[in-house]
């Protein structure tokens, strides 16, 4: 399945994609916020989505989101995450500094070629 | 920023082990999620189930990160590694006894140290405003310092602007009579402002004034005396037969004048000698007044005074220095260093021998290692076990070293006294606590390192690059035992000539009373009559055999020293001084002093007789060369009144055994009657016998005299007790470092032996006789040991210098001892391998060819 067009995630955004994820929908168990990455990605990211579970664990650690157990949709216990105020307030300051980081790539690759 | 909660989260999950069990539960849900999104697109249950394993990533790899995310696994590691090392450690009994009771002894006496020298340098002195204290001194032209004289003191009291207050303070003893049994009581005089200056605490009462008959006592002696209920306040006791009233209770400063209690006024005058230089001085600087200044101003006073009073003072001046390092000493300060030195190395010694131990293990274990390295231990994991072995060494080390070390303190705070400066400051607190704790750190990270450059480590068989490392760390045990071995040699050196110095008396069977006179004695009449009537009460009792008397106790550590000119220099106004002694006719024979010359005193040398003197043997010499000095005369003091020479005495040190005899002057007590007095009684039997009887008879003629006893010869070894006490100290500590080098070397041979079976085999197989081979490991042996201690006696050469003042006609170049180390270690040296090369030379080459 894995071909050459499919990116690896860079590092240090899967805890910002996550954070993203949660701000936009509201609260989500682990498969919902794998899937909601994939959509978005339409298929140019190689995500093994186990990776999303220890990230999920640091975010939760730091404060950023809070998890619950819960009931899901097919009625099967799971945990439900779901994001927090300083959360809300870091992704503000990440999707900021991405912004920045992106924009400055771009313009050096720009003068490159 | 919040860093901490993070950690306190990750804490926590170190002890949840429900998480796992959770994230599995969630990995198994999401797969399944997957599965039927796949099998909804049309795969197959099989397909989908693969699929959605493959799109999940390596679960158990994921499963790994979480749980280090979850939980602190350098902690778990550390918790595994302790579990691992209690259990290693308990299996290796003797390895963990020998190097645990290494680290004990090296720590523990660390520790000890460490409280000794942080009380007596460290801890400010126990007075409000302590960094202004300073002790005040005349400096002779010589640029000596001495104490003050008391007009001189009157002088800096007046003049001094530098200081909130200045006070001047002499120790006695005093006889404590009127209210229960007679006692001796160590006091001090003090001028009034001595209370100011030390900033005296006074339980109850108040304190003294000038030449005011009151005293100030100390609580303890208030109990002692009179019991916790009733107040001593007001009370009337009686001082050496003078009346006084008791004027207040105080905390005595201990820490200045140890033992003192009691406080009484001390009555200074103007006229009184300006030659006489015997107070102690110390002021309280003015607040914000730096040292330097009040230094300048008593140069300027001490100039003043040069000029003013040219016949005693011409070429004098004064100087302050802070209160500690008078407190302290010089003397005492060097043996506490040496002694700190001595441990110091000590403990270095514990820690590369503890080293040694765990790197010559760590050689058994490398099967073991190289088979976890070849299983994927990283070297991380490796060092942290090795480290968190040597942690728990230096952990049990630490804590039976500090049992030692609290013993040790309160040994010293009982014993020291009089010995140590400061002892009541010392005891284990925080800082020496926390000190500890960091010799331990370092004794782990050491004893840790050494055993991780080992071969087995670095995976190779290579031995014989590493094995010069091991050999360097024995090198460098002999060495630091011999050092100590070196100092401890000299030091017994002097000891022993010490010991076998003639003190020119004859100390055996002698007991010594020290009389308090009672002072309705008082004329002189009266006084002789007194000491008359005693020595006839004394000599009638069957053990005493000669009672003689001298107003000097002898090895009390006291002296009276007197100017004099001769008869030729009657004009000048240059002085020379000599000590003198005011003796009853059967002093010299009492203690078998030798007559020289000429004749001894006799009872009708007394008063209104032409006034008498007999000289030492020294003072004859330095005075009358090639003269016989018998029938000269000298001119007395500053009156110089005339005295004849009638005879000449053999030299005698009483002051303390090892102080070279000064030229001295006797006097006869008829003619120059002194109070207190101190009997010197000869006894038939052991002196302590007689003390009962002896006492009595005094009390027969008078009740109220204070009477302190001791056997002479215990009296001269108080007087060298410093000398003896740093003696055992270092004594015992160089014998310790010799046992734990020997021990050392024994390890480090032993393995030798052990690792070179194969080459030893082969060596017999070819034809070595078992005498070669066991000659060939204790010369190994004496090469090591032999290195060590030549750098050990080559360093000690260098530094024994700085031991010069605290040897006894010794110098610290003394061939004999630099022998003694080196004969010592080579003993060491052949017992340590004597077991290791016997084994060596056992060896059955073939058994031995076929290890391995």
Sequence with gaps: MASDSKAEVPYGTLDLMILKTLASLGTLHGYGIARRIEQVARGSLALNQGTIYPALLRLEQGGWIRSSLGVSENNRRARFYEVTKKGLRRLEEEAANWQKTVAMMSRLLENER | MREWRVLLRRLGGVFQSGRAAHLEEELREHAAQLAEEYRRQGMTEEEAHYAALREMGNLSLIQQDYHEQGGLPLMENFWLDLKYALRTLRRNSSFTMASVATLAIGLGAMITMLCVVSAVFWKPLPYPSAERLAALKQVDPRNSLWTFSGPAFLDVEERARTFSAVTAYERRTAALTGDGDAEVVEAAGVTPAFFRVFGIHLNAGRVLENAQPFVVISRGLAERKWGNDSSPIGRAILLDGLRYTIAGVAEMPIDLLPGVDLLLPLDLKATDSRSARELNAAGLLRPGVPLGEAQAELETIGTQLGREFGRTDAGWSMTAIPLANEIVGRRAAQTIWMIFAAVGLLWLLACANVAGLQAARSLSRAHEISTRVALGASKRRLLGQTMTESAVLAVAGALAGAAIAAGAVDAIRQMGNGLLPRVSQVHLDGATVGAAIGCMLITTVISGLFSVRTPSFQGGREVSRRDRGRDALIVGQVAMASVLLLCASLLAESFLRLRAADPGLDVERVLEVRVSLPSRLENERAKIAFFRDIAGQLERLPQVD?????????????????????????????????????????????????????????????????????????????????????????????????????????????????????????????????????????????????????????????????????????????????????????????????ITAAFGLYGLISYRVNQRQQEIGIRLALGATPANVRWGVQQRCLRLAGTGAAIGLAAGYLTSGLMQSLLYETAPTEVSAYFAVALMFAVVALTASFGPAGRAARLDPAAAIRHE
């Design chain 2, 546 to 738: 000669k009672v003689g008397a001298t107003n000097i106790a002898p090895f009390s550590g006291e002296g009276t020293v007197n100017r004099f000119r001769l008869e030729r220099e009657s004009g000048s106004n240059e002085y020379h001084s000599a000590a003198w002694r005011a003796v009853t006719p059967e002093f010299f024979r009492t203690l078998g002093i030798p007559l020289k010359r000429g004749r001894l005193f006799t009872t009708a040398d007394r008063d209104g007789a032409p006034e008498v003197v007999v000289v030492s043997e020294s003072m004859a010499r330095q005075f009358w060369p090639n003269q016989d000095p018998v029938g000269q005369h000298l001119l007395w003091g500053s009156s110089g009144s005339v005295k004849t020479v009638i005879g000449v005495a053999g030299d005698i040190r009483d002051k303390a055994a090892d102080e070279r005899p000064l030229p001295m002057m006797y006097r006869p007590f008829a003619q120059l009657t002194q109070a207190p007095m101190t009997l010197v009684i000869k006894t038939r039997g052991a002196p302590l016998v007689a003390a009962s009887d002896v006492r009595s008879a005094i009390w027969s003629v008078n009740p109220d005299v204070a009477l302190v006893l001791q056997p002479m010869r215990e009296a001269m070894a108080h007087s060298i007790l410093g000398r003896t006490a740093s003696l055992s100290a270092m004594a015992a500590f160089a014998i310790l470092a010799m």
